[in-house]
């Protein structure tokens, strides 16, 4: 299992640009979210997933889409980026079982992004 | 308003001088929490799930124990390698929020040789 990818790694951007960071999980989790990471903030929740077509918003989703087409694929579009968007982004998921004990939260390697 | 803070915000230790990390939480009806480790330039990386309060768990150097109010990480005779930024994370009751992560903004620990 590759578990949960990300790209790009390193992303540079002009302000007014959009892009989609892309997050892909081999484990068949229903739940994927987005975070964002800032020094001094900690991980702070944009959006999430608990399935294929169910979407909703965390803390921090403005400036942000999301769309779930499929269980392995949860990607997140910038839709017009801005210096305040510069931080790293993590991909997560896991399962959403109503036992959760064992919901272990797996974390993809992050994107670093940088808006000029 | 559910809430994680962690205390220090940095700590710096002495190969084998033990210490503890400090978690404390508000939430409504607690699902669980939990302990990452995240390493410079990755993600968190899972060591822990807590969820009543008096269960500890261990892994190697590592001790995580709760309380109703907060969560202590031990680390006995730390070595070089235990060098991370450590979070701990809650998780509040499914419903509105789906059982949603919150995180605390961590512990940078150091321990020099």
């Known amino acids: 299992n590759a578990g949960v990818t990300q790209t790009p790694k390193f992303q540079v951007l002009k302000t007014g640009q959009s892009m989609t960071l892309q997050c892909a999980q081999d484990?068949?989790?229903?739940?994927m979210s987005w975070y964002r990471q800032d020094p001094g903030m900690g991980l702070r929740l944009i959006h999430y997933?608990?399935?294929?077509?169910?979407?909703d918003q965390g803390e921090v989703p403005n400036g942000y889409n999301v769309s779930r087409s499929t269980t392995e694929d949860f990607p997140l579009r910038l839709l017009s980026a801005a210096p305040s968007q510069t931080s790293v982004y993590f991909c997560a998921s896991r399962t959403q079982g109503l036992a959760g004990r064992d919901n272990e939260q797996f974390f993809g390697p992050g994107t670093r992004l940088t808006v000029l | 308003e559910d809430q994680v803070t962690q205390s220090p915000e940095a700590l710096r230790l002495q190969e084998g001088e033990s210490s503890s990390l400090n978690c404390s939480y508000t939430v409504s009806g607690l699902r669980g929490l939990f302990w990452y480790r995240q390493d410079p330039g990755k993600g968190p990386e899972f060591l822990f799930t807590l969820y009543s309060a008096g269960e500890e768990k261990e892994k190697e150097r590592l001790k995580a124990t709760l309380t109703k109010k907060e969560s202590f990480l031990h680390i006995t005779a730390p070595k070089p390698e235990d060098s991370a930024t450590y979070l701990c994370a809650v998780q509040a009751p499914y419903g509105g929020s789906q059982g949603n992560l919150i995180f605390g903004k961590g512990t940078k620990l150091s321990v020099k040789p």
């Open positions: 997933s608990v399935g294929a077509g169910i979407t």
């Open positions: 484990m068949n989790h229903e739940y």
